[in-house]
């Protein structure tokens, strides 16, 4: 018998999520991608993934957090919990929010982390594949609240690598707090490069991009987070 896989809170594991992850992990490996970046040691943040720009990156997300041996998390609405659907999502990680309650997501969230040992919160902070430069701010008040750091993310389809940045410890000043997190995320190279636009309306650097090359490829930083 093989071994048997639970979901977070130890429950059996559907057989299609089993099989979600072990075909995302065979697309990962034989397309030769890899993991580099360095994790906080604190075993509660929440991973700020961007840019977003395809249904790709869930897969190099996916590879990523599996490579580091991790048990994502993900937030999704509480009615997808019910039914035949339910042991899917969270089997996959998934952390049920109820909008109509009187504590808000971010506080419903916080509180979930505060209560496990472990969280591994990954987020995709623009809100959508598509342009936009509203980008979502409830990943930082969820850090906020409940104490943790934020591990900035992104793919990298040139290098085929995704990669671990910059991490956060939250102030309480968003935007400063955000600005190596902008800096790290305007250097990566994301499937639809045009698609990439940052809250000051700006899209990606190439000056930024060129320093991430280098970075990447200079001896002795393997595995390790590239510094911009």
Known sequence: MGET??????????????????????????????AVGTLPESRKFIIAGAPHTSNWDFLVFLGVVETMGLKPRYIGKHTLFK??????????GGVPVDRTKRVGMVGQVA????AADEFALVIAIEGTRSPTTEWKSGFYRIAMEAGIPIVCAGPDYIHKLGIIGPIIHPTGDFE???????????????????????????????????????ALVSPGTAGKSPRL
């Open 5 to 34: 896989s639970s979901t977070n809170d130890g429950a059996p594991v559907p057989w299609l999520a089993r099989f979600l992850k072990w075909a995302v992990m065979r697309w990962w490996r034989l397309g030769g991608w890899k």
């Open 83 to 92: 039914g035949p659907l339910g042991g899917f999502m969270k089997a996959m």
């Open 111 to 114: 509180e979930k982390i505060r």
């Open 176 to 214: 400063a707090d955000m600005e190596p997190a902008y800096r790290f995320f305007k250097g990566l190279h994301p499937r639809h490069p045009k698609k990439a636009v940052f809250p000051d309306g700006s899209g990606l650097d190439p000056q930024l991009q060129a320093e991430m090359n280098r």
